[in-house]
Each structure stands twice: as C-alpha cells, then as structure tokens.
C-alpha cells in the first residue's frame, strides 16, 4: 500500500489523504498516513536524501502548494512579539531611554518604526547573537514599541480553521523524531578512536533544521503547533522507544541511552583516568548520585595532588576539605542529578549541548521563544541541562564559539524578571548556578603559597589553567549577573544563609591568587601574563555579582541583608586568616592583588552606613581581627609605592601592569578603592600610633627618620628611600583626605572623578564615559535624585570643538575644564589616586600652572598642589582625625622638618609637601576629646616625653631641646672626645638595629633627650591589645628577627649614641623653612601676622603654602599667635648642629652650574632659530629660481651671473652644470582629478536608494575619450594625436618641495637609503625617498637646465615688430632642424626622468593612437604632461586667475625645469613642414587637390584644440623662446579658437536666428572694422558653414532644445568669452612660467580683459574703458574672411558620413566645473542603512567590508576574495581604475576613510562625528553621527591639491589585498 502510495504525484496523495483524515471515521487514513510515512522518513536512508523533506512539505500542505500554504498560516499570526532572531555580527540597537533590562536590543526594522528621538541609544554589533524584544514589556517600556507591536494584533485575528494545521500535526512528530534519531546515529564520543565530525552529521541535517526554521517564521499558529509536539510526554514516549518489531529503532534507542549516561557528570578522578572506564554513576544511578557523586566525594583536588598528598595526613588533605565542606553546604542533591528526557525539546536540547550548540539548531530553539509555553517549558529544560552545559563546555574545544551561543540563548530567557523568578521558586535555579560554578572552579585549584607556604591549607585557582585564561566561565558568570539583576531573585539569594556561605566559599579560591613574589637576585626568566587573567576573574566573578546585590541593599529596610553578608564575609576571613596561618606580620617580599572577601566586606559596610543607616561599630569585629584585617590591602598600597620605586623591577613589566590595572578606571572602584575605605575604618577604630608606625614600617622607611644626618637602612637602597617615603606619606594624605566612602554624596563623587580626569589632560566625551567608574555612578539611565553624567559635564567643562587646518592632524572635540574648576576644585590628591601613568600627574601639575599663570594669579616659580578643603567625614568615621593628632605623626613630622631645614639626603620638595599637607588637614580637622583620659598616661610611655599631648595644635609650638640618636660612629654628629656609656652598646646587641630603647636610668641622667623608636612602639601596642593586660605591655617586647634584618658582618660601622641639641619647635621649624624657601635672612618680619590679608592663599608655591599654616596657626590659638611673633623676632640664620660646610660649597656650586647651564641653553635656542627662520625663507621662494634672477634686470645692464642652487645634501651652492646637474626634489604622480570635473558645479549626490544613480558620462575624462575616439574613426592618426591632449585621466602631475641636490649626491643618498634596515614608509626600491631636508615624500629628481641670466635678457626685450614679421620668424623657426643634445650627464639624467615619468602612469592612459608606441604618441604624452600640470595649477588656483599673486600651488610648481625636460625631449620630433599646422593658421593656402583619396583627411583647423596647439608649438620651437614670438603664438591661436567659439555658437542656435544673424551681419561686412566685429565674423561663419546641409541639419531636435533662450548681442558677446577664456587662461599662466610675469589679480567680471592685456592681445590703453569686446583682441595678418572661409571648408568639404558627426565635434565647451568628490548625507545612518547590506556586484552576496569610492560611488568589497582579480583585491584595482592608482573609499562598517596611493594606504580619519565632535572608528560606540562639513572639505582639498602624501604620515604597504 505505502509503496504504491510513494510513487504517485505528491501533491494528489496529499490532497487525497487530507480528506480521508477530515472524515469523522479516519482510522484508514490514519493508517495510510503513517505507511507513507514508515517509508519515507525511514532514517535509514542517507540524510542527504531530499526526497523526504519534499514529501513532508506536500503532506503537510495537504495538496496545495507549499508557499502558499505559508501564506495562508501567516494570515492566522497572532504574535505580538517580534521574536526575530540574529547571530553574530547582525547590526541591532540598544536604548537604554526604553530598556527595563540592560540587555534589552532592538533589530532595526523595529527600531527604525519606533520614536525614539532625543533617546540614549546606540546601534552595536552583535558578539553572541541575541533576539529583538520588541513587544515585550517585561524586557522594556511599552512607549518604545514600535507600530507593529504596539498594537496588540493578536485581538483580532480569526482563529485557524481545523483542517488547516491537522496534517502538520500528524507528519511534524515523525519529522522531529527522524531528526533525533540522525543525531543519535551520528554522535560518537570524543575519546573513541574514529576521527569524530561532528560537522559532516551537521552538514547533512542542515536542510531539515532549515526546514524547522521555516516553519517557525509561519507565526503563531505554527508556532503553537510546534509547541504542542514539542512539549507532548506522550508523543515522545511512543516515538522515541521505538516500535517493538523495529530493530533500528532498538539500537538507536541504546545508543542514546549510552550517551546519556556518559553526560552524568563524571567525578574528578575519573577524568584524571581520561574517561576510559564506565563511569561508575551513570544516568540510572537516580537521585543517589547528588552532589557528592558529582563533586567526587573521594576526589582529591586534582590528579597530580592526589598523589602528594596521600602519605600525610589525610584528614587534612585539600580533597577532604573541600569535600566537606561541599558536601554539607550543596542542599538539595538532585541538583546535579542525571538528566532524564520527558519529550522531544528535552532530547533535542540535550543533542544541540552534545553537538556544541550548531548554529541553526539554536536559531530554531530560539525562534520559538514568543510562544509562551514554549517559553515557559525551555526555560526549565535549560536549566535542568545547566550542569552538563557546564560539563560541555569545559571539555570543549571551541570554548569561545559555544560561549557565545550559550550566552545567546540565556540572555533570552534569564533577562525576563518573571521567568526567572519562576524558575528561581520551582527549579532552583541559583542554587544551580552557585553549584555549578563552584565545580567549575574546583577543577583548577592549587594550594596557596602566601604567608606560611609549607603548613598553607589555603587553595585558590590557578591563574594559568585555560578555564581562567580563555575566560570560559564568563557564560556562567554573566548568567549568575543577570539573574542577580532582578530584585525579587537576589532576595531569594541574599535571604539563603546556606547559598550564601557557599558564595563566600567561592569567592576565597580567588582570595589570594596569582600571588607575586619579588625577586631579589636574577631577573625573572619568563614573564608570565597570567594577571590579566586574575584581574577579569576578580571583576567579573567576585566584583559584579558583588555590584549587582549591592544595589538591592539600598534601603532601611534591606539591613538584614546586609548584616548577614557582612557576618559571613567576617567568618570566610577568619576561616582563611586560619588556612594561612597568619597571626601578626605579613610574609616579606610578597604581594597579592586580589582580596575580594576584603572588598566584599568593605563594599557592604559603606553601602550599611550611607543608605542604610546602620551604626558601623554593629558591623565591626574586635581589634584584634581589624589589626589582621587591614595587613593585607596595607601591604598592597606599600607594594605599589615600592613598584614605582623600582623595587620589583627583577619582576619584568608585568608586574608594573598589575599595580596600573590595579587603579585602572575599569577597576579601581572595585579594587583600590575598597582598599582605601576599609584601611580608613581600621584607622578611625585602631590605636593610631599603632597605625602610624605600621604604616612606615611596611613603607621600609623607619629607618629613615631619625634626626642623625647618616644612618642605615637594612632593608631598602638609597635612591628607592625617597620614593617610598613620598609613597608613605602620600598614601597618608590620601587616607585622612579621601572622602569617597566617607561622607561624599554621588553627585559630589561624580564630579570629582570628572575634574580629576579633565585636569589630567582634556578628554573626548567617550573617553570620559570610559574614565570614569560605572559604579557607584551608573552612566547609563538617570538615578533619581541624582545628576546626570551630561548636566555635570557641562557644570564642570568647557566644549572645544575641532579644528581643521588643512595640514593639521585630525582633532576631536574635546572637554575642558572650566577656569574656576582649576581654581577652585583641582584636587592633586584625586589626581594621584586616579592616574595609571605617573606622568599623568604632571600633566595635570604642568596645566595647573599655566592656568595660574594665564589667569596671573601666581606667575613666578613653579605652584605646589593646592590644598583643597574637604567635605565633613560621616559621624561614624570621625576616628579618622585621631591619626592626624597622634604623638607618633608628629614627632615623624617635626624630624621630617628638622631633615628638610638641614638638607639631608633624601629629603625632597614632594616630602615637604606632603608633611605640610597633614600638618594643615590635621589643623583643619580638630579632635574633640576630654582632657582627663589623657594625663594619667604621660609618664609611662617612652617618647611620651616628645610631647605633652595628642593634639596637633597645641603640639606646633611645644619646643623639643635635646634628641637622643643613635648614629654609626662615623657620623659627623658624634663627638669625638667623649665616649659613650657602656650601657648603650649593651642596648645595640640586645635590640639589634631597630630598637632605639634606653633604659630607666640612663633616661635620668639626661632627662631632656628623647628617643624615638616606631617599630617598638607599635609591637607593644599590638602585644597590649592582644593580652588586654597593662602589666606585660610596659616589657619591652622582643622584636621577631626576621631574615632580611640580617646584615653581612663587618661591613656597617657600629653605632653609637649622641645626644643632639635641637631646641626647636614645629613652628620656628616652619618659619625657618620659610626663609629658606624664600632666600631671605627675615622674610618674615615680626608683625607679618597683622598685615596679611587672607584671601591670597590658596595658590601658589611652598612659602605661600606655609604662610598658610602659620596664619591658620595663629588664628586658632593664642599660644601659637604669640610664639610665631617670638620667633619671627628673634629671627637668627639656621645654624646646624655640626658644621655643614661641604652641602654649602655643593649648594653653590649647584646654583652656579644651573645658570650656565641655562645661558648655554639660550645660546643654542637662538642659534637654532635663526637657522630656522631662514629655511623658511628658502622655503618660500621656490617659485623659480631661474625667474627671480631675470626679475630686475633692465636691458641696459647685462649681467654675466649664473643661477646658483644650494644641494641639500653636501651643502654646496654653485650652478647646474652638464657635467654636475643639480635637480628639483620632485614628487611624479598619475592623477585623475582633472577627469572628474563636471560641467556643472553642483557636486553629484551618494546614492542611498535604489533609485539614485551616478552617471559618469558627463566628466570631462569621459568627453574627451569621447572626442578622441571621434576624430580617430575619420581622420588621420597622426593628425588626430596633435588635436587633443590626453592627460585627463591617469595625467602625470609633478610637484616640488622646493629643495635642489646634485644629482649624484641623490644616487649616494638613495644607496644609503637602500642599506638602511629601518622600516620605512615606503619603498627605495621604487625610486621612493624623503626629501633630505624637509622629509616630503618624493620620486625623482628634475634636473635644471644649466642658464645664464643674459638670455634670460635678450629674450625679454619688448618689439616693435610687426606681427606678419613675428609670423614669418616663427615659421622659420620652426623649420630649424632639432639638434641632437651632446651626450652629457645632464642630457642622461633629462632622459631617465622622461622614463620616470613614463613609469608614473599606466600604459592605458599613454598609447591612444593605432600603433601604440608610435612617436606620434609619444610625442601627443610628453605635451599633454605639460597641459595636466597646467590645468592643474589652475584647478588650485580656484579655476580662474583672478586671485593672481603666487597661490599655494605655485609653491609646489616647477613647470619651468618642466617644461625644459619636455622641450629638450620633444625637440627629437620635428613636424612635417608639409602638415605643419602653423601655415594653416597663418596663410590662405593655394587649394591642394593632390591628397590622395585612399588616405584619411587632416582634422580641420576648427576641430583642433587651441591650448594643445600652442604648448606643441612652444615646446617644439628652438629654447629659449623669445617672448615676442611666444605673443606671436597666442596671438594667431586666439584667431582661431575665436573663430571656433563662433562655429559653436552658430551651431546652438535655431534656423531662425541663423538666418537673422546672417543677414544682419552681412550687412556690416564692410565696414572698416569688419574683422574686430563679432557680427560680420559670425554671419560670414554661418554662411560659409551652411553651404552643406549637413552641417546645420544634422540634429534637428538639440537646437530645439537649446533655443528656449533669445540670443541678444550681449548674451552672445559672453557666450563667446567664457569660450575663449580657457585659453587665454592657460597662455597667461604659461606665460607666467616661462617668463616669471606677475600674474595680477582683478575681479571676476573683468577676468577677460585682464588676461587679454596681460598676454598683450589689447593695447594698454583700451583696457580700462568701456566694456571691452572679444573681437577686438583678434589680430589677422592676412584677410580674416579668407582664411575663416578657408578653415570652415575645411569642415564643408567632408564626406557626408563624416559630416553627421561633424556636427558633435564642432559644438564643444571647454569650460569645467572644479572637481568634487560626492556630495554626502548629513546622518551616517542612511548610508549605513542602504550599504551594509547591499550586495556585491560581482559576487551577489553581502561583502564582509563593504566600501564605497567617495569620487565616483562605486560600492567595492574591501579584501574581498570573490572580486580578486589576479590577484589583486578590489578597492586596489578600483583606485587604478578611477583614480590612476588613488582611491579614497569610505570603509561603510567602521566609518572611516582609507586612502590607496600607488602601493601604499593609510587610514585618513572619519569625516562623520558624532554629537560631541569625535569619531567612533568601527561603529564600536553606535551613538548617531554627523556629516563633519569642514573635514570633508580638508578631505577634498588634499585630494585636488595632490598632498595625501605629505600630510598623512602613517603609510604602510596594501600588497594589493584591499
């Protein structure tokens, strides 16, 4: 039966079987179906086969045709989604106006219908793929949904007629069956020993997946159909077993069964054994194999610790650990159970994990999703699979491709708030997601080293495993970020103690990772990289999902939350304090970036503060632990000072890149910062001389402060003690001042990230955005209540827009800040806190002082960093002031003074800053405290005795007499004669170095000294707290001798003790620093106080920065008021302790060595700008040499002198000789401009529609090739090649910078060059160089004709000849043979650069005649050269001469040694006198009947053109031309082209007007002055013209179109100049060259009169009358009718073929608009709306890199391999075609433009901007951007001028594959 059924036609079966199915008994039919089906869809059969998917279309169509059957179900669609979904690469937007969810995006067509004007949006580039959300009010705001899905379609569609869907529903489940069952068939397991492709099973499924996908873009009604089946138990539980007679199906059944098992997920030993064996929990081990079987309970942490760590304990081995700890923590043990598949979306899932996520496999999953209950039912079966996706992806190969379409598919359905906490509550979700990661992590842990590196039962992840550094776990952990986004489901989270505990578990493996070690002796031999990898895993694992609950706990009423994590994190710390074994000093030499169980705990203490309201002391451990927990985050702060100071640099570079990353913007709010709060917490709890000495102690600089002028430092060098006491006291200054955490608001954090971003050099708007760190200030979406990233912006900058010089570097709009920013908000310190790059610092001092300098507020000196007042601290963080008044800080600041007045060594300008920075905050933030706590412990503590109390004001004048030190004997402070009790050296071998206690008695004998030892003094204190007992704490604790205290014997002198006198206080220390500073004996007087006004403080250097203390010293207390006048009074010179005599002799010497340093620095600046300033002025006058020195030479005197040229390269100045040339730098390119120049001046439109078009047929290249190709089909060859020039297209262009060189002095050059290794920008090989003096870009070298200035004379004398004289001595000029030039060095050199230039170009654009290589060809190239370069100029000077003078063009012309290379080279053709041209202009010639018939006729006069003419007959006439017979030429030209311009007139207008003109002429013909009038001219024209009907008659419809205009004899008269001036322009500028005439400008109108006179064709004395006529610039010589009748017979006398076209050749209009590139749209978008999808003409598909030419609009693919032709890419073959080897291609998907020169390119910037005037190179920001006007003319410019190559200067080589 089903075999008879097969063969028949499809579409009757189908049609027959659907009507057996609609009847009310249709079991038969039932029947029938499933036959057919049995034998169709038997999966047997190759997948390849499409026979089968042919049958199903049919069936399911029940008998019409399969497109439209798809029509109709369409009509049934009820989706309100849009649902539509891409893969990477797809071009979608994001509006974060619209979004609920930040990952909310839009396709286009969706957003484009959309309003979304004035939104914050942007188009990007899709990385994983994603699906459009429009329709979905879950994922964003209904106001942005566009017209489609914004109305609910789904109300009004009829609902689907039965019978429409029912044969899908009986054929799909057989189709989806046969799929699984190819997918099963196929899958073998990666460790089998076939070679497994999965692809090829792909490959042959693709059509059926294909197929699946359709159906889903049927709408709705598919979709649920689809749904039912999908989700049906039922339909799988029949179908997946398979039948029992069915063997096939048997095994096939057995072989998924098998893979299943294999996904359970397989304990850690097992895989160390490489899978081999069964595993032993497979997928039937149930519900038993919970989290213990999956985590391996027995398993130890990996396969190579397991075997070290058996033989020890092995209740402490790490496996064990991490077992228990797992094992009580995981809740519900069927998390990670074996999967088990209820129907076919299970088992199809499951397939698509197993093949690594195929491409359409997940497209079609994912098209399904608008259906709710689809929705619903994948979202579960995703994350029942979530474990084994996890499993898959690990053990894959291509981890990246599967990550993206992991995350593709999760985005989707985790990003809906709803889904996901519905799945949190049924599937339990985060508890899968915690688990999961956890495993994930526990396959790379190693034990940590930190601390105590033996007995460490610490683990972290290892940083160098592939799961770290290829970043697999970012699917996971974005996942986990974005279920953490939604309110409802991190309360779940945060409420779930046990989760939580198990997140802190997770979290301390990154606690301590990739730790650095310093190296003390080698440098270290690899340099790892492997931080970059730790610093992602702390951000995206530890620190996002830390932001993304911290935005849940914002409020009152979260505070529980908050406890509860601060509780765990506190535990986890404890626990880990433990694993490490630290107690109180953290290990040497070794350093860890990473603490996140540290910031965790920072990060929620200030979030309980700030929004919370909690009180911090609820929130704080006990002392003991805030002693251990600020160690850490403390040792990371000395570390970096000590990377600074180069102390690490045996590290290699990586580690410099650590401590940038550290506070780099992306970071430092989720590293440095934390950091900086919590050691801020721990100070305003702890005891603070105990923090002030832990500070230097880590800081290695204890040793440093003593009083003694030398002592010895065990731990650091001498040049790192001043970096790292900089870096301790800085870091001290950014402690008490940084209010980040403390007390600052968000807007006020803000603006404060801004002003210190801005001050370190202006920004660009994104830049800024990137600076500056997302959290606490989302940039995107307002914050209520907060100010926006754009209204703080524009409080705190300037905008600067760009500026564009047409030689200048691109710029972009940048911020800047305000002037009272700078005045009043510059704060170095925030400055210091934020900058990557140390020198980011000094720029931003470096702007400062220009500012203050500018604004004239300080002017001499350099400024000190301003002080900047802070805002008030938070009431719970007001202990922080007591470090600013501690005994401890103040006797570090009065050494410190001490050292800086005395000049020790070390000491710097930055210490004092930094120590008068505290002394002013610790004035400006008093402690309140009660008076009785402090006096019962003055007596017993040591150093005490420094000062009375605490407080820093009272401390200022509290004088210190004597000082007990204990210095090596060698010091000059110990006196001789005395020798020092014998106690003290007792002391010395008690303590070692760094105690400096003394005991009891000693201390009575001299009661005053006092001694000082930071390091004791902190231990006793840590040893009181420890043992809360004050008995032990007045012992002297021992001090651990640790292993770098040890000093190699005998090399330090001992040391001994000296008592000092010092008899000063804090503040006579500061006014005698004051006259230091100032260099004044008493710069302050006595009553200084009372004259000071108070305002004029707060910039400046370090004399206004103390006169600021001392003024807020005296104004706060009387005490300090009176001492300061006491000391001022008594004002003595600073006398030292000991004789300081040999620092004096050195300050002198030093100051004396600076001044002559500084004289011999002018000398040498002036030097150098006189020699500037005259290579400039040669630089400037390189218009011709040869020219000036004719210039003022009358005729009286002659002068013998020759024109001297200076070589750049030896220096030498001497003439151009034969046998040593001298050459112009030249630089030979091909140009096309002149080729596309249009007649009008409206710039042609970019198309961006279909409909638009660019026509090219209308350029003048395309006319001229038009004209040419005319005149060759009817003339002779030879004839036609001097009637045009050629050049228009791929013309050769010569440009000069001026600069002469001998030329052999070029070729050594050139050889030195070519041995230079350095990679160069171009290409020697070539002929390529840089022009040895002002490094322009050039090609070869012009040699100058050797010349004495006498000619130059004779041929300048004016004549009274006249002009028949002139003719005939221009005729026997031309008879004059060429001599051939003498063999000579200069003649070689004129010949290679004629090959040069011939190698400029392409042969195309040279051979145009019939026999290429012709010298008629030769000869038409070498005088076109000279016409491009001619038309060129005046393309530059603007199209006219009006503007006159020398323009910038001319500066880079060399058109007179041009044009004697041209003329030396084409001297070698003389003209047959018999075809010479000249006597055709000049004579009535006697009609010659002897040419032959056969042979083609000559091009008549009237169809040659002019200014061709006249540059032949210039160049071919013996040099040096004399200017009479050059006038001579023009003159006898204009005849011609005059009477041309009246043949074309005559031809435009209509037989009417003909006649008219002609009779009315006619009349006049004679009068006197017939030849000067245009009207006896041009009726004798028309007349001689119209004897042959052909001429007129031709083309009845163009005079139609052209005589709408009545011709007055003033149009005519204008007509007739604007067709003759071209011609006149070229002579004048020819002229100008050839003789160094001033060209002198004049207005427009008058443009025709002035250059008439100028070339002498109008007496002098006509010019400045009425307005002038064309005709009387004619000058005939023999009878103008005649010789008019003679050139239009020329015309007449043509056979009738050649007639009809005569007519197009005689109408011309050699006046062109100046070329253009394309006028382009003013948004971006609509190009890249049109273009970036637009097929490629060559290949029809859509290019990678589609580009487009921005001179004709041709659309390329940029690299692309379709449009290769011979091996070159398209955009290269495209620019040789259209540009003569230039192109400029705008790139449609970055943005930007790329020039191709030859056989270099170079990127040239955007000429679209975006709002804020930057670029935004690839698209990468998406914001909107705009047509940049001034840009795009700059590009234009250097486009028409020729100077890519100049002013771009970043080339490289395209090897043709652009």
Known sequence: MAASLVRRDKKSTAAHLKADLNWTDNSSGVRQLQELLDSVLNPEKPAAD????????????????????????????????????????????????????????????????????????????????????????????????????????????PSVPRDLLLMSEMVLPRFIICIIQYLRDGYTEPDTSTERDLQKVLQQLEPQISFLEELTKMGGAMRTVLTKILTNQQIFKDLSMGQEENVYAKKNYEKYLSALKNSGLVSVEE????????????????????????????????????????????????????????????????????LKHKCFLEELLFWTIKYEFPQKMVTFLLNMLPDQDYKITFTKTFVQHYAFIMKTLMKSQESDTMSNRIVHISVQLFSNEELARHVTEECQLLDIMVTVLLYMMESCLIKSELQDEENSRHVVVNCSEPLL?????????????????????????????????????????????????????????????TYYAAFAAELEACAQPMWGLLTHCKVKETQEYTKTVVRYCLETLQIWFDAIGFVDEPAPNQVTFHLPLHRYYAMFLSKAVKCQGLDLDSLLPHQEMLMKIMVHPLQIQASLSEIHSNMWVRNGLQIKGQAMTYVQSHFCNSMIDPDIFLLQVCASRLDPDYFISSVFERFKVVDLLTMASVHQNAVLDGEQERPMLEGALTFLVILSSLRIHLGMADDEILRAEMVSQLCMNDRTHSSLLDLIPENPNPKSGIVPGSCSFEEMLSAVADFKAPVFEPGGSMQQGMYTPKEEVWEKEFDPIMVVLRTVYRRDVQSAMDRYSAFLKQSGMHTTGNPWPPYKERTPLHPCYKGLDRLLHCKTLHIVIFTLLYKIWLDHSNMSEHVLCMVLYLIELG????????????????????????????????????????????????????????????STSTEASNFGQNSRRLTGNWRENVREAQVFSLVAERRRKFQEIINRSSTEASQVVRPKSSSTRWVPPGTPPQLVTEILEIRESMLSLLIKLHQKLSAKQNSLSATWLEDMETNSHAHGDGITAIERILTKAATRSRQSKRSI??????????????????????????DERRQRARERQQKLLAEFASRQKSFMETAMDVESPDAEAAMDLGASEVMESEVLYDCVICGQSGPSTEDRPTGLVVLLQASSVLGHRCKSDETKKLPTTDDEHIYPADTCGAAHDVRLALMQRFFKDSSCLQSVSIGWEGGVYVQTCGHTLHIDCHKSYMVSLRNDQVLQGFSVDKGEFTCPLCRQFANSVLPCRPGRSTEVVSWHMPTNKKTAVLVKEVEDLQEQLGLFPTESNLSKEMESVIKDIKNTTQRKYMDYGKNPGSPDNDFLFMYSVARTNLELELVHRGGNLCSGGASAAAKRSCLNQLFHVLAMHMRLYSIDSAYNPWTRLTQVAQRRDDCLDDERPEVPMLFRDCPSLLIIFVLTMPQPLRKEHFICLVRMLYNLQYTQALASLSAKFSPEERQAWSTSGALKKNAFDAEKSYDALLSHVIGELSKVKTVYDVNPEVPSMLSSSVWSPHSIEYSLQQFCLPYLRLSCLLQHHLYGDKLSGCPEVEEFSGLAGCLGLLAPALQPSNPIYSASCLDWTVNAFDLMTQWCSEVTGLSDTQAKKSITLLVQDPQWASPHLLHLPDHYNIIFQYYHKKACTACKKVPKDPALCLVCGTFVCLKGLCCKQQGICECVLHSQHCGAATGIFLLINASVIIIIRGHRFCLWGSVYLDAHGEEDRDLRRGKPLFLCVERYRVLQQQWVSHTFDHINKRWGPHYNGL
């Open 469 to 529: 550094k290829n970043n697999t776990y970012w699917p996971l952990v974005s996942d986990f970020i974005n279920i953490l986004s939604h309110q409802s489901v991190a309360k779940k989270f945060l409420e779930d103690h046990s989760l939580l505990m198990l997140w802190m578990s997770f979290v301390s493996f990154f606690q301590g990772m990739n730790l650095n070690k310093r190296e003390l002796s080698e440098h270290v031999e690899f340099e790892s990289q």
């Open 271 to 338: 895989k160390a054994q490489s899978g081999a064996a069964e595993p032993t929990r497979g997928a039937e081990a149930g519900a038993g194999a919970g989290a213990l079987g999956l985590l391996g309970a027995e398993a130890p942490a990996s396969p190579d610790e397991s075997n070290k760590e058996e033989d020890q304990d092995g209740g402490q081995s790490v496996g064990q650990r991490k077992r228990v700890k797992l094992s009580s923590t995981a809740k519900d043990p069927s998390i990670m159970d074996s």
């Open 50 to 157: 499409t026979e089968a998917l042919d049958w199903c279309k049919c069936l399911i169509a029940g008998g019409e045709g399969f497109e439209e059957f798809c029509k109709t179900v369409r009509s049934y669609d009820n989706a309100t989604l849009c649902g539509l979904v891409w893969t990477a690469n797809f071009v979608a937007y994001r509006c974060r106006t619209c979004g609920i969810s930040p990952c909310m995006s839009l396709c286009a067509e969706c957003f484009n219908n959309g309003d979304h004007t004035g939104h914050d949006f942007n188009m990007f580039r899709s990385q994983a793929g994603g699906a459009c959300d429009c329709g979905d009010s879950n994922v964003m705001r209904e106001t942005g949904f566009c017209n489609r899905h914004r109305l609910r379609t789904g109300e009004n569609v």
């Open 923 to 982: 004035l400006d933030n008093q402690v309140q405290e009660d008076k009785e706590d402090e006096e019962p412990c003055i007596e017993e503590h040591c150093h005490d005795s420094w000062f009375p109390g605490t407080n820093l004001l009272s401390n200022l004048h509290h004088v210190i007499n004597y000082v007990r030190v204990r210095v090596p004997e060698t010091a000059p402070e110990v006196k001789r004669e005395k020798d020092p009790p014998p």
């Open 1125 to 1150: 006048q006491e000391i001022c009074g008594k004002v003595s010179p600073p006398v030292a302790p000991k004789k300081n005599s040999p620092t004096d002799k050195k300050t002198m010497d030093k």
